[in-house]
T-cell receptor, first 111, second 114 residues
Framework: KNQVEQSPQSLIILEGKNCTLQCNYTVSPFSNLRWYKQDTGRGPVSLTIMTFSENTKSNGRYTATLDADTKQSSLHITASQLSDSASYICVVEGSNYKLTFGKGTLLTVNP | DAGVIQSPRHEVTEMGQEVTLRCKPISGHNSLFWYRQTMMRGLELLIYFNNNVPIDDSGMPEDRFSAKMPNASFSTLKIQPSEPRDSAVYFC????????????FGDGTRLSIL
């Protein structure tokens, strides 16, 4: 069964600190892995998309890594800001463009 | 540019009533997706369309749910009759029909069935 597991479920950090969110998946076949940011009351917004051959991709202060051998990904946030408070969702695309979603990590950045 | 537009943003109705959720995808996108999000299960794909044709509706929970896409700029998700367990946030997303294309989500309809 295709699954995407994220950890931790929630995380609280102080503004300016770095953090790393984890994602493990069992989706097969694998097409690509995406990270989305979802603000409260809003729809998810795409941060990065990585294919099998890519092992890192950045979007501003967000850097995603992918290890396709171990089926693990991480999202690193540098110099966190209050606006980074959101849920971060890991999504894996398999065959036929079908996406499998993780349940997300809820990040709270406190001043 | 206008993003994906969903209406209504909030809907509260009594069980047994018919509920219709609406979505206008981004102009030019040829794929449209309906999702349901709950605390327990996260985001779940209900159905998706390519060029207005339903491709996979295996995520539709039961016959009470139906979706249509009469043209490239409009889709509806209907629940009839509604039940309290249908309470969730329903998202519509659109994209180009190619791998690695990001899906653009609307801001959802928060549905409460009393």
């Amino acid at each position: 069964k295709n699954q995407v597991e994220q950890s931790p479920q929630s995380l609280i950090i102080l503004e300016g600190k770095n953090c790393t969110l984890q994602c493990n998946y069992t989706v097969s076949p694998f097409s690509n892995l995406r990270w989305y940011k979802q603000d409260t009351g809003r729809g998810p917004v795409s941060l990065t998309i990585m294919t099998f051959s890519e092992n890192t991709k950045s979007n501003g202060r967000y850097t995603a890594t992918l290890d396709a051998d171990t089926k693990q990904s991480s999202l690193h946030i540098t110099a966190s800001q209050l606006s980074d408070s959101a849920s971060y969702i890991c999504v894996v695309e398999g065959s036929n463009y079908k996406l499998t979603f993780g349940k997300g990590t809820l990040l709270t950045v406190n001043p | 540019d206008a993003g994906v537009i969903q209406s209504p943003r909030h809907e509260v109705t009594e069980m047994g009533q018919e509920v219709t959720l609406r979505c206008k995808p981004i102009s030019g996108h040829n794929s449209l997706f309906w999702y349901r999000q709950t605390m327990m299960r996260g985001l779940e794909l209900l159905i998706y369309f390519n060029n207005n044709v339903p491709i996979d509706d295996s995520g539709m929970p039961e016959d009470r749910f139906s979706a249509k896409m009469p043209n490239a700029s409009f889709s509806t998700l209907k629940i009839q009759p509604s039940e309290p367990r249908d309470s969730a946030v329903y998202f519509c997303a659109s994209s180009f029909w190619e791998s690695e294309q990001p899906q653009h989500f609307g801001d959802g309809t928060r549905l409460s069935i009393l």
